[in-house]
């Protein structure tokens, strides 16, 4: 992560050390790569509800995190699940967010 | 120590509310609604209640505004009055649940993301409301 946007993010949250962010940051990506997995699975077995719980879920501890590119992927995802959109579409989604990750 | 009821089902964002509360007061940690109701009752029977629950709205087994309208509910069968029942803090990602929040007996909530320093000045004016009447 640029070393300025950690620093206005860090400024955001108040007195949370960096250290404890990073670690917050580290499971973040841990996690949010198996409901990646976890939301793709669930539309293919057309669990829509479950894969929207999953991206909700994802989508607020990007939000908390202040990640705000990833939290807007996020949304986007979560609203083509809403959307019922195809496994395709939303397994396409998944793997740009997965590379965002990565990036982290 | 202040007793805090955290609850979310996200790992994260129970370890984001953790840090921020964990030099000012005991966490403990409930990952949906119904494990929520479980901790509050076993605390409440064990005398031991909570002085504040965080509740995430949006959860799988069973939701926040679910939890939150069963503790009530609870209270309300134990004789435990409005001004003395545990305070609960919603945490929700959407505006428009704030009425629902409040229906289902919500004291206060704060939007996603949770803003530390103000989540905690709201958590003492909940949690010392009693004091300071």
Known sequence: ???????????????????????????????????????????????????AQKAHSMKGAAA???????????REMEDDIKRHLPQAVIAE????LSQLLKKI | MKRILIVDDNFVNRSYLEEIFHDKAKCLIAVNGAEAFMAFS?????????????IDMEMPVMNGLDAVAHIREYERL????????VPIIAITAHEEQFTKCFEAGCDQYVLKPVNPPALVRMSNELMNRDLEE
């Open chain 2, 78 to 85: 134990a004789g435990i009055d409005v001004a003395h029942r």
């Open chain 2, 42 to 54: 076993n605390a409440f029977e064990g005398k031991r209640p909570f002085d504040l629950i965080l």
């Open chain 1, 1 to 51: 992560m640029d070393r300025d946007v950690k620093l206005r993010i860090l400024n955001e949250l108040g007195d949370l050390p960096v250290s404890v962010y990073d670690g917050l940051v580290e499971k973040f990506v841990l996690i949010s790569g198996e409901q990646l997995v976890g939301i793709v699975q669930n539309v293919g077995c057309g669990d829509y509800d479950g894969a």
């Open chain 1, 64 to 74: 908390n995190l202040r990640l705000h590119w990833i939290f807007e992927k996020v």
């Open chain 1, 93 to 96: 989604k998944a793997d740009a």
